[in-house]
């Protein structure tokens, strides 16, 4: 989208900024494909990336923008795990309910983040109150809870259920094969493969079982 609007000439300074970089970098591994691509740049500084200087350390750095990437990073990965989880079709906005008060802090960088939330993951607002909604899933990130209330994108109690009613078959799938493994003369006497086999199932049943426990937990 930034290619397309008022942002289009930072945008491509940023573009080439990155990618001239990352061929520097690459080059001592590809260096034929950077090479080519290096050739190809509009405005190269050199005849060749075999002679341009290589990446430093940029004194502007900013380590409070690069902590505000991480966070907004990793809470639109959280959400669009939400998202995915809860089959939210990806075109439904979903709100975002951030705790008080220790979302306080981020307020302001939040705020001047909307517009990326919203294209990045589909979130139409932000509120911000002291007490977890009803029936919305939920993530930590930074230390901060984030809830997206779910009443009107799911059927919150038959997701429940539904969760419930899958933990428990797989419980007894468990607790069957925890038995077999726990018989001597199963380990004995069966080859090691099959013996392997069960001791891998146990653990994929595990797995799912604490996958779908977490995602219950979500919906609080």
């Known amino acids: ?37 290096w050739q190809r740049l509009p405005n190269k500084r050199g005849k060749s990336i075999m002679v341009s200087d290589w990446p430093k350390p940029d004194e502007l750095s900013d380590p409070e923008a690069a902590e505000q990437f991480e966070m907004m990073s ?52 932000v509120r911000y109150e002291s007490e977890a909604p009803k029936m919305s899933a939920s993530t930590v990130v930074h230390g901060i809870e984030f809830y997206v209330p779910l009443a009107g994108l799911i059927d919150v109690e038959k997701e429940r259920a539904r969760l419930l009613k899958e933990i428990e078959e797989l419980k007894q799938l468990l607790e069957k094969t925890e038995k077999k493994l726990s018989n001597k003369n199963f380990i004995e006497k069966a080859p090691a493969h099959i013996v392997e086999a069960e001791r891998q199932k146990a653990e994929n049943f595990r797995t799912k079982i604490a996958k779908l426990e977490a995602h219950l937990a979500r919906m609080r």
């Open 74 to 125: 990793e809470l639109i990965s959280e959400l669009r795990e939400i998202r995915a989880e809860f089959k939210i079709p990806p075109k439904m906005e979903i709100e975002v309910v951030a705790k008080l008060p220790e979302a306080e802090k981020v307020k302001p960088m939040l705020d001047s983040k909307a517009e990326l939330l919203s294209f990045l993951a589909k979130v139409s607002g």
């Open 1 to 37: 989208p930034r290619l397309a609007d008022d942002r289009r000439d930072s945008a491509l300074a940023v573009a080439f900024y990155v990618l001239e970089r990352y061929l520097k970098l690459l080059h001592p591994i590809m260096p034929y494909i950077t090479e080519e691509i």
